[in-house]
């Protein structure tokens, strides 16, 4: 089975508002890497978290490695924010980074 | 900073035929290359890691017949995809991953079409 599980697969945001994006995962997982994927199809670096709470601009991101989960927080959306994120997951004792299913943001004017 | 070049971008192939692609890691040494497809659909399937000095790891459904890999260097890996039919359809990603950091970063992709 899957062993990230992102939600939601979907979310439509106005301009200006704010929401999270969840990641949870079956086994243990040593980092979590968060990245947007323009129209290109080209992954953009969001955070990389080992534990704890990164912040950059209006996106924050937290890993809670004993609780098994991750998420983004995305606040005062802009229409540039459109796009699919996606969170990946590394494994424990494996290099191996696991992607969630993505989330399709659209930001609304 | 910290970059990877990846190419072809996209590369339209008749079945039957190859195509082959190959990942730069720039500004960075990298210890290891996923190599990743993402589907039409948008999920990512990992087909191998490949670490320098090691053996390279294939994920089930995907073999070293079908998608050689060849990572020489901390800079450098190329894959190709060997016959190419409609189910290899996708956009290749390689996911370089930082010694020194541990962070992936990614190529541009390189986009399969197969008529």
């Known amino acids: 089975g899957d062993q990230v599980e992102q939600s939601p697969s979907a979310l439509s945001l106005h301009e200006g508002t704010g929401s999270a994006l969840r990641c949870n995962f079956t086994t243990t997982m040593r980092a979590v890497q968060w990245f947007q994927q323009n129209s290109r199809g080209s992954l953009i670096n969001l955070f990389y978290l080992a534990s704890g709470t990164k912040e950059n601009g209006r996106l924050k991101s937290t890993f809670n490695s004993k609780e098994s989960y991750s998420t983004l927080h995305i606040r005062d959306a802009q229409l540039e924010d459109s796009g699919t994120y996606f969170c990946a997951a590394e494994g424990a004792g494996y290099q191996n980074f696991y992607f969630g299913k993505g989330t399709s943001l659209t930001v609304i004017p | ?115």
């Open chain 2, 1 to 115: 900073g910290a970059l990877v070049y990846q190419y072809p971008r996209r590369t339209i192939c008749k079945s039957g035929t190859s195509m082959r692609m190959e990942c730069q890691a720039v500004g960075f040494q990298a210890t290891s290359v996923a190599w990743y497809r993402q589907s039409p659909q948008k999920t990512f399937e990992l087909i191998a890691l490949s670490t320098v000095n090691s053996a390279i790891k294939y994920e089930q459904n995907f073999t070293q017949e079908k998608f050689p890999i060849s990572h020489p260097n901390l800079s450098f890996s190329s894959m190709t995809v060997l016959n190419a039919y409609l189910e290899d359809r996708g956009l290749y990603l390689c996911g370089a991953r930082d010694r020194n950091t541990g962070q992936l970063y990614f190529g541009e992709g390189s986009k399969l079409t197969v008529l």
